[in-house]
C-alpha cells in the first residue's frame, strides 16, 4: 500500500533550517530582517582551507575516495585528537562524515534498535530526539534548569536510567544553552554511564567556541573505561566556519566505527573528495584563525548579553561556549503570547527579527539567540526586540 512510513512522520523538518528560510524569503521581498537564527558562523572559511580545495579540484582529486575519508584526513584527525584532547586513536577508529550530523545519524543507526532508551537532556540540539525517533528507539528529555546552568547531574542522570538505557546523548559546549562541563561535572556522569553500562555519545562540535578562559574537555580522557564507552563527535564546521563544506567526524571503538562505516558506505558513501582535501589544511595549517573567532564571538557575546539583559523582565544563563544566548522570556509569556512559538512569530512578524523557540529546544519559556552577527546588527536586533515587547 502506497503512504510513508511510521518512522518519518515521527519527526518534522528542523525548526531552525525553516525559519531561517522564512526569515530568508522575508529578506528576499525586500523586508530587513535581520537573523538570530542561523546556528551558523558569519566569518568565511579561512583562506588556506579554500587554496586547499581549489588545488585538489585543479588535480583532478574529483572521484569517490574510501567511504570512511581519505588516509591523510583520519591522519591529521588522529593528530588534531592527540594534539588537542590529550587523545589516542588510530586511523581505524576515526571516520570523517557529511557534517557533524552525519556521524551524529551514522551513531544512531549503528547503536540504536526499538526498546532501547537514549538519554537526552533538555535543552537539546533539535537533531537528537528525531535521530533516536529515526533509528526506532526512544528518546528520554531530562530537563535541567537555568538556575543550576542547565547543567545534567549525576543524580538527575541516575534517576532516569532503566534497564532498557542504552546511551547518553551529552553536548559539551551546548546548544542553545551554552553550557560547558568542567572535569569534576563530567567525572559524576561517567561514573554513572560506567555504573550502568551505557554509551556515551559526546558531542564537541563547540569545543573551540569557549569564552573567559574556560578549557574543554573531552570525557573520553577521563579513562580508558570511559574512553571505550564513548563516541566523541566533532566537525570542522563551526571551528573553521566551515558549515557549507560538510565535513565532521567521530572517533570511537573500532566496531563502532566499522558499522559506522557500513552504514556510510550503503548510504552516502564518502564525504565530499576536495571538502575532504580542504579539511586537511584546516587540521594542519595554521590555528590563528580559530583563536580569532573565538575572541570576535567573546565580544559578540559580551555585547548581546548586555543588550538582552536589559529588556525589562528578562533572565539570561552567560554561555560558557557555543555561539547562542538562551535567555528566559517566560515574563512576556501567558497573556500576550500562548507560549514561545507566538512570542517568535511576533517578533518575525512585527520587529523583523527571526529568533528560534525553546520548545524546540525542549525547553519552552526561552528563545535562542545566535551571535554571530556584526556588533551593529546585534544591536539593531536586540533594540528592535526591546522596542516591540514595551508595545505589549
Ligand atoms: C550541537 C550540534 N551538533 C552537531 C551539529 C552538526 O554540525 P554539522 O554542520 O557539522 O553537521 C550542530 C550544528 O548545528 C550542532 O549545533
Given at each position: 500500500?502506497r503512504?510513508?512510513s511510521?518512522r518519518?512522520?515521527?519527526v518534522k523538518p528542523s525548526?531552525t533550517?525553516?525559519?531561517t528560510?522564512?526569515?530568508r524569503a522575508?529578506?528576499?521581498?525586500?523586508?530587513?530582517?535581520?537573523s538570530l537564527?542561523a546556528?551558523?558562523?558569519?566569518?568565511?572559511?579561512p583562506?588556506?582551507?579554500?587554496?586547499?580545495?581549489?588545488?585538489?579540484l585543479?588535480?583532478?582529486f574529483?572521484?569517490y575516495t574510501?567511504?570512511?575519508?581519505?588516509p591523510e584526513?583520519?591522519?591529521?584527525?588522529c593528530e588534531?585528537?592527540?594534539?588537542e584532547?590529550?587523545?589516542?586513536?588510530?586511523?581505524q577508529e576515526?571516520?570523517?562524515t557529511?557534517?557533524?550530523?552525519?556521524?551524529?545519524?551514522?551513531?544512531?543507526l549503528?547503536?540504536?534498535e526499538?526498546?532501547?532508551?537514549?538519554?537526552?537532556?533538555?535543552?537539546?540540539w533539535?537533531?537528537?530526539?528525531?535521530?533516536?525517533?529515526?533509528?526506532?528507539?526512544?528518546p528520554v528529555?531530562l530537563?535541567t534548569?537555568?538556575?543550576?546552568g542547565?547543567r545534567?547531574?549525576p543524580?538527575?542522570l541516575?534517576s532516569?536510567?532503566?534497564?532498557?538505557?542504552?546511551a547518553?546523548?551529552l553536548n559539551t559546549?551546548?546548544?542553545?544553552s551554552?553550557?560547558a562541563?568542567?572535569?569534576?561535572?563530567?567525572e559524576?556522569i561517567?561514573?554513572?554511564?560506567?555504573e550502568?553500562?551505557?554509551w556515551?555519545?559526546?558531542?564537541?562540535?563547540?569545543e573551540?567556541?569557549v569564552?573567559?578562559?574556560?578549557k574543554?574537555?573531552?570525557?573520553?580522557?577521563l579513562?580508558?573505561?570511559?574512553?571505550?564507552?564513548?563516541i566523541?563527535?566533532n566537525a570542522?564546521s563551526?571551528?573553521?566556519?566551515?558549515?557549507?563544506w560538510?565535513?565532521?567526524f567521530a572517533?570511537?571503538?573500532?566496531?563502532v566505527?566499522?558499522?559506522m562505516d557500513?552504514?556510510q558506505?550503503?548510504?552516502t558513501?564518502?564525504?565530499?573528495s576536495?571538502?575532504?582535501?580542504g579539511?586537511?589544511e584546516?587540521?594542519r595549517g595554521p590555528?590563528?584563525?580559530?583563536?580569532?573567532?573565538?575572541e570576535e564571538?567573546?565580544?559578540?557575546r559580551?555585547?548581546?548579553?548586555?543588550?538582552?539583559?536589559?529588556?525589562?523582565?528578562?533572565?539570561?544563563?552567560?554561555?560558557?561556549?557555543?555561539f547562542y544566548?538562551?535567555?528566559n522570556f517566560?515574563a512576556?509569556i501567558?497573556?500576550?503570547?500562548?507560549?514561545?512559538?507566538?512570542?517568535?512569530?511576533?517578533?518575525?512578524e512585527?520587529a523583523?527579527?527571526?529568533?528560534?523557540p525553546?520548545?524546540?529546544f525542549?525547553?519552552?519559556?526561552?528563545?535562542r539567540?545566535?551571535?554571530?552577527l556584526s556588533?551593529?546588527?546585534?544591536?539593531?536586533?536586540a533594540?528592535r526586540?526591546r522596542?516591540?515587547?514595551s508595545?505589549?
Open positions: 500500500m503512504g510513508l511510521s518519518v512522520k515521527k525548526p533550517l525553516a525559519i528560510a522564512r526569515a522575508m529578506k528576499a521581498k525586500g523586508v530587513d530582517v535581520i537564527a546556528g551558523e558562523p558569519d566569518f568565511d572559511t583562506e588556506h582551507v579554500k587554496e586547499g580545495a581549489i588545488r585538489a585543479k588535480e583532478g574529483t572521484k574510501p567511504s570512511s575519508g581519505i584526513l583520519k591522519e591529521a584527525i588534531k585528537l592527540e594534539r584532547n590529550g587523545l589516542s586513536y588510530t586511523p576515526v571516520i570523517v557529511c557534517g557533524g550530523k552525519q556521524a551524529l545519524y551514522n551513531i544512531a549503528a547503536l540504536f526499538e526498546g532501547d532508551e537514549v538519554i537526552i537532556p533538555a535543552p537539546y533539535v537533531s537528537y530526539p528525531a535521530m533516536v525517533l529515526l533509528a526506532g528507539a526512544e528529555i530537563e534548569e537555568e538556575s543550576e542547565f545534567l547531574t543524580e538527575a541516575r532516569a536510567i532503566t534497564a532498557r538505557t542504552k547518553l546523548i559546549p551546548s546548544n542553545p551554552g553550557t562541563y568542567t572535569k569534576d561535572e563530567l559524576g561517567a561514573e554513572v554511564a560506567l550502568h553500562d551505557l556515551i555519545i559526546s558531542d564537541e562540535v563547540y573551540h567556541i569564552f573567559d578562559g574556560f574543554h574537555l573531552s570525557i573520553a580522557t579513562s580508558p573505561e570511559v574512553k571505550e564507552r564513548t566523541v563527535v570542522l563551526k571551528t573553521y566556519s566551515m558549515t557549507g560538510r565535513i565532521g572517533a570511537g571503538p573500532r566496531e566505527i566499522a558499522a557500513t552504514i558506505s550503503q548510504s558513501s564518502n564525504p565530499t576536495f571538502a575532504q582535501r579539511a586537511l584546516a587540521l590555528q590563528q584563525c580559530v583563536k580569532e573567532m573565538r564571538y567573546q565580544r559578540r559580551d555585547l548581546l548579553y548586555e543588550l538582552i539583559l536589559s529588556i525589562p523582565g528578562i533572565s539570561c544563563f552567560k554561555p560558557k561556549g557555543a544566548l538562551f535567555p517566560g512576556y501567558g497573556d500576550r503570547f500562548k507560549d514561545d512559538g507566538e512570542l517568535c512569530a511576533f517578533l518575525l512585527e523583523h527579527v527571526a529568533t528560534v525553546g520548545s524546540e525542549g525547553k519552552p519559556g526561552y528563545l539567540l545566535s551571535f554571530p556588533p551593529e546588527s546585534l544591536r539593531k536586533g533594540e526586540i522596542e516591540a515587547l508595545r505589549v
